[in-house]
């Protein structure tokens, strides 16, 4: 299995650009995660899904952040519009959830937002 | 609410030295608790678990014992290579239901030949 997989690996944009990102879980994966990862705050969940309906968005830090599961096999984030501070490397994990509590981690996105 | 705190970073040793990282957390009832490692540019992979208590996980030479009177999991390994150099995270689901970890800030471990 190739993992999950991530795209772009980085990112460079103008502030008040429109950011997406891009996750494809391991196949058969019920669960699916967005984390932000900076030096500040740590790793911090944003949003989860299970079976694409999203269970958890407490996470999201205000309404320019949205993400959408449109199928088993993908999921976006969209930062709209994108400020300096969004700057981070975001995490897409999945999982089958239930007795199986790993969570498996794609390589990352490195958004930097000037 | 639910946290994990470990011990800041950044940890420098030397090769064959012993390691602890210490990890306290507070929740209620009895968590799943994990050790996550994060080598560089990659994303976090799950190093061991433990999901009751006095539980060990163990994984490559790495072990934490689940110890609910302390709310503790702390990570130890007897003798580190330079392989194990990687930011290492503490984490723990709630009992009950919910899929969300919650993770502690990381430690960067560096090992010197």
């Known amino acids: 299995d190739a993992g999950v997989i991530q795209s772009p690996r980085h990112e460079v944009t103008e502030m008040g650009q429109e950011v997406t990102l891009r996750c494809k879980p391991i196949?058969?994966?019920?669960?699916l995660f967005w984390y932000r990862q900076t030096m500040m705050r740590g790793l911090e969940l944003l949003i989860y899904?299970?079976?694409?309906?999203?269970?958890?968005d407490s996470g999201m830090p205000e309404d320019r952040f949205s993400a959408k599961m449109p199928n088993a096999s993908f999921s976006t984030l969209k930062i709209q519009p994108s400020e300096p501070r969004d700057s981070a490397v975001y995490f897409c994990?999945?999982?089958?959830?239930?007795?199986?509590?790993?969570?498996?981690f794609g390589p990352g996105t490195r958004l930097t937002v000037t | 609410g639910d946290s994990v705190t470990q011990m800041e970073g950044p940890v420098t040793l030397s090769e064959e030295a012993f390691l602890t990282i210490n990890c306290t957390y507070t929740?209620?009832?009895?968590?799943?608790l994990f050790w996550y490692v994060q080598y560089p540019g990659e994303g976090l992979q799950l190093l061991l678990k433990?999901?009751?208590?006095?539980d060990k996980g163990s994984n490559k030479g790495f072990e934490a014992t689940y110890r609910k009177e302390t709310t503790s999991f702390h990570l130890e390994k007897g003798s580190v290579q330079v392989s194990d150099s990687a930011v290492y995270f503490c984490?723990?689901?709630?009992?009950?239901?919910?899929?969300?970890?919650?993770f502690g800030k990381g430690t960067k471990l560096t090992v010197n030949p």
């Open positions: 994990a999945s999982s089958l959830g239930g007795l199986s509590y790993e969570q498996y």
């Open positions: 196949s058969g994966h019920d669960y």
């Open positions: 899904f299970n079976n694409n309906v999203p269970i958890d």
């Open positions: 929740a209620t009832g009895y968590p799943s």
């Open positions: 433990a999901t009751k208590a006095d």
């Open positions: 984490a723990l689901r709630k009992q009950g239901g919910s899929e969300k970890l919650v």
